[in-house]
């Protein structure tokens, strides 16, 4: 038995290693793409939800699941790949957004409260 042979036997074959996306799998993630982008653009061109801060709640979420979609169908992360280090990276990387998110909506919300505070009685 030769050593790649070998080494073949004892760490799968090079396909199970690194999940591959079928054209389905592209396509399914390049419509889910599409429409997490056009639904948040259609809300805030037609003022649908007449709330601002509401409007901005709802375009995070989609912003989350767009990039939740990006990582599934493109990056081909799932609990299975790397003995679970992706879906730990898909995790981590969730959180750090919400954090950036949820710190500059504060940031400019105070922004625009504390900057000019005299701009408020005209």
């Known amino acids: 038995m030769s050593g790649s042979q070998n080494h073949a036997e004892t760490h799968g074959a090079p396909d199970d290693h690194a999940p591959h ?3 389905r799998g ?3 993630g390049f419509l889910l793409s599409v429409v997490l982008t056009a639904i ?3 809300l805030v061109m ?5 709330n601002a801060t509401l409007t901005a709640i ?3 979420a989609f912003a989350a699941a767009q990039i939740v979609v990006h990582m599934v169908y493109f990056l081909h992360m799932n609990g299975r790949s790397e003995g679970g280090w992706n879906m730990m990276g898909l995790i981590f990387t969730l959180v750090i957004v919400a954090i950036v998110l949820a710190g ?4 400019m919300f ?3 409260s504390n900057m000019m505070p005299d701009m408020h009685r005209m």
């Open 46 to 50: 037609n003022d649908v939800l007449g």
């Open 21 to 23: 996306g079928s054209l």
């Open 26 to 28: 592209y396509v399914t």
């Open 40 to 42: 948040p653009f259609w």
């Open 104 to 107: 500059s909506l504060w940031v």
């Open 110 to 112: 105070h922004l625009n």
């Open 58 to 60: 709802v375009i995070m």
